[in-house]
């Protein structure tokens, strides 16, 4: 019962992410299903080296920005790669943050970067915040008994 | 093999472990499918691995390209398929799918999370199997495996249109105009390779093992063909016509599309970054290069009137045509990614300044001397000694890369599997040794086979090539003999060490041992070779192919191994493997299908040659 109430509320957390576009369903599910007895917190774990990694990425843009003048060339690559690591972890809203920081860096519009930039870390600690949360509720709730493709 | 061999094998995963192919079940296939997967983004790595494993593949998981590269230069087949991400700060992703492509004739997979047209197109014009987007899904990695069977299939029927196999000594039949299709190849060249094909016979049947007889490009050869081209003029080289200009029994249009492929692209290479290259927009293509800039302002001069006076070594004005022709001339194909770059960076950074110097400043030095001159020809020759010591760097175990053979005038026996080396001429090794025998000792020269790549020791190749063919060579299958152009004067016979290098090559390892069979010849009394003592020789090669034999040398190594095969003619030679000698190394299967994807490496693009003049697609506005 408990252990039922437990996955329900994890499930719910879920759904109520994917609703709120943080995360993208698909590729969080896809994420998931990769999930098994030799792995069984897989995602957490991804989730956490998305986010060990992406932070030394997140500080090299930030420098970047204080520079003057900007690197444009260096910024989008900066972005581009923050943007592929955020998507395969299906970070919704961190990824379209980071589409409208790349229109405004192509754009050489630094302004535009540097407020854009700002949106892309909020995002992207508000989903830190919610993925911990779950990851603990998952985690307490216990693993999942679900069908799974015979290995 | 039984089911839970596989299991095993999979579970053993992300070995470096070369395995045998014979190890992959093939009933149970794609399971145990090995694929490398080079990202510098540890979560999609991380992901991807995770998924590959879910499909039952074995993986390899990289950050870093030249990580990657070494691993698979050192096992050479030990993978079946390689997906590498776009965007990696150390190397670009185009760049490693053609060195993949060339060395080591892998199917490659890129992806990215960059959808945009042009970045696809690049994918297509360097000869990605396929292009990803990310986030990749499960289900696209699914089907990866058809890719390897693509290609072993599109390997496979090359190698049975050309040992003839399914015809019956037909007539030849290469007047039809349709020089793309292979049949004709395989009908023609039937009733000469008859003989050949018999020994090989129940090889062809193992199709895992694709194996095809070797023509060897001596420098003779590699002079008609020269010659023909520019008779042809670079534009209208097409195999076929070349084929009939050289009139060389035994030559199929296939070996002369392989060559003609490897030497546009040595071409391209050497005209540097031309307008071409840069719509192409390869990264590696830099226009800026000096070296390559002189070549290209050398089309208006009169090469024509250089070559005329004899001043210009036909090779070498062939070099210059094709560079003024730019790089469009070699236009990848799919199969083939341009090795330009590769080579440029591997050996090149002086080179192109080097050989056009020669080039322009002085004809005349091109004819004596030219060992730069020389070196044009072959595809990789920009080997200088400095050169040597940069590729050693880079390139290491790049087996393939090319026989130095020195030179016997030019000939280079550019084994159509070296395609894949083609990216790799370390010119390290070829260079330094070229130059440093010239003319002088054939013996020296014989040991072409310098191993190249993987021969840390930069200078050490060169210096001595006679030392280090000893011990040291870098496995390295020398498709080209660059040398040869060194070697102008040397003895024709000189490619017998040719012949001798290609055993080499498969013991080269990417170790830096140099299994220079050919040194051993050299170091031997053996010396000069003559034809009789090639069988000598080679068995001589052959033993020291094996102490020093670690195998990688990759597939051209073992395509060498048949040395005992060889034909020692002024011809072509048709290097046959019959028994690899390397059996430890890599099994027969091994060795064969390493020889077929190298010969792939040059048979594919063959049917590409006509395009390449025609290739626009630099020119596609994306």
């Given at each position: 019962m408990d252990r039922n109430q437990s996955h329900r509320q994890v499930a719910t957390m879920k759904q109520s992410l994917f609703d709120q576009g943080y995360l993208d369903h698909e590729q969080f599910n896809q994420l998931e299903e990769l999930q098994d007895d030799a792995n069984p917190n897989f995602v957490e774990e991804v989730v956490t080296l998305y986010y060990r990694d992406s932070a030394r990425l997140v500080h090299s843009i930030e420098q970047a920005l204080e520079k003057s003048p900007i690197d444009f060339n260096k910024l989008d690559s900066y972005m581009h790669q923050f943007r592929g690591s955020s998507s395969s972890i299906g970070a919704k809203k961190v990824k379209a943050e980071c589409s409208l920081f790349r229109e405004y860096c192509r754009a050489g519009n630094g302004e535009g970067c540097m407020r854009t930039f700002q949106q892309v870390k909020k995002e992207y600690t508000a989903l830190r915040k919610k993925l911990e949360t779950f990851f603990q509720l998952a985690r307490q709730a216990g693993p999942v008994d679900r069908a799974r493709r015979p290995k | 093999m039984n089911p839970s061999n596989g299991r095993g094998v999979v579970s053993s995963v992300s070995s470096r472990v070369s395995r045998k192919s014979s190890e992959t079940v093939p009933d149970q296939f794609p399971v145990g499918l090995r694929v490398m997967v080079v990202d510098d983004d540890p979560t999609c790595l991380m992901i991807l691995e995770k998924m590959l494993r879910t499909c039952k593949y074995e993986v390899k998981r990289c950050s870093r390209a030249e990580e990657a590269l070494s691993i698979l230069r050192g096992n050479?087949?030990?993978?079946d398929v390689v997906i590498s991400d776009v965007h990696m700060p150390d190397m670009d992703g185009f760049k490693l799918l053609e060195q993949v492509g060339l060395e080591m004739d892998l199917p490659v997979i890129m992806m990215s999370a960059d959808d945009s047209k042009s970045v696809v197109m690049k994918g297509v014009t360097h000869g990605a199997c396929d292009y990803l987007i990310k986030p990749v899904r499960i289900e696209a990695l699914k089907n990866i495996w058809q890719h390897v069977i693509r290609k072993r299939k599109n390997e496979w029927k090359e190698v049975e249109q050309q040992s003839g196999s399914a015809d019956d000594g037909q007539p030849k039949q290469s007047e039809d105009g349709d020089y793309s299709s292979s049949v004709n190849e395989g009908s023609w060249r039937n009733s000469k390779r008859r003989k050949d094909d018999d020994e090989d016979g129940e090889d062809r049947d193992d199709t895992s093992t694709l194996k095809k007889p070797r023509v060897v490009w001596s420098v003779e050869l590699h002079q008609q063909f020269v010659g023909a081209v520019n008779q042809l003029g670079i534009d209208k080289a097409v195999p076929k016509k070349i084929l009939e200009l050289m009139n060389v029994p035994g030559l199929t249009r296939e070996n002369v599309a392989s060559h003609l492929q490897k030497y546009r692209l040595y071409l391209r290479r050497l005209s540097g970054v031309s307008q071409h290259q840069n719509n192409l927009g390869s990264p590696f293509m830099n226009p800026q290069d000096p070296g390559y800039g002189p070549l290209s302002n050398l089309n208006g001069i009169d090469l024509q009137t250089l070559a005329a006076t004899g001043q210009l070594p036909a090779q070498s004005l062939a070099n210059l045509q094709a560079a003024g022709l730019g790089r469009a001339a070699i236009a990848p194909k799919s199969r083939i990614p341009i090795p330009v770059v590769d080579q440029r960076n591997l050996f090149s950074f002086e080179n192109p300044k080097l050989t056009f110097g020669d080039t322009q400043q002085q004809p005349q030095h091109l004819n004596n001397g030219g060992k730069q001159i020389n070196l044009l020809h072959g595809i990789p020759t920009n080997m200088e000694p400095k050169q040597l010591v940069n590729l050693h760097h880079q390139g290491n175990s790049i087996p393939a890369v090319q026989s130095v053979q020195s030179v016997h005038n030019g000939s280079y026996q550019p084994q159509s599997r070296v395609q894949q080396p083609m990216g790799n001429y370390n010119p390290v090794s070829h260079t330094s040794p070229m130059i440093n025998f010239p003319l002088s000792s054939s013996a020296e020269l014989r040991?072409?086979?310098?191993?190249?790549?993987?021969?840390?020791?930069k200078g050490g190749f060169p210096e001595d090539v006679t030392s280090e063919m000893k011990g040291s060579t870098p496995g390295f299958v020398p498709s080209y003999d660059i040398f040869n152009e060194l070697n102008h004067q040397q003895k024709v016979h000189d490619w017998e060490l040719q012949n001798v290098g290609l055993t080499f090559n498969a013991t080269q390892q990417a170790n830096n041992s140099i299994d220079v069979v050919g040194t051993s010849i050299v170091g031997s009394p053996h010396q000069a070779f003559p034809s009789s003592s090639q069988g000598s020789g080679l068995s001589r090669n052959a033993s020291v192919v094996h102490a020093n034999n670690n195998n990688n040398a990759i597939s051209m190594g073992q395509h060498h191994m048949s040395n005992n095969n060889f034909y020692h003619e002024n011809n072509p030679v048709r290097v046959k493997l019959e028994t690899p000698l390397f059996p430890e190394q890599f099994g027969q299967d091994d060795l064969m299908s390493a020889l077929l994807k190298q010969q792939q490496g040059g048979i594919v693009p063959a049917e590409n040659d006509f395009d390449f003049d025609g290739y626009s697609i630099d020119n596609i506005p994306v």
């Open positions: - | 050479s087949n030990g993978y040991s072409n086979i310098y191993a190249l790549p993987n021969n840390p020791a």
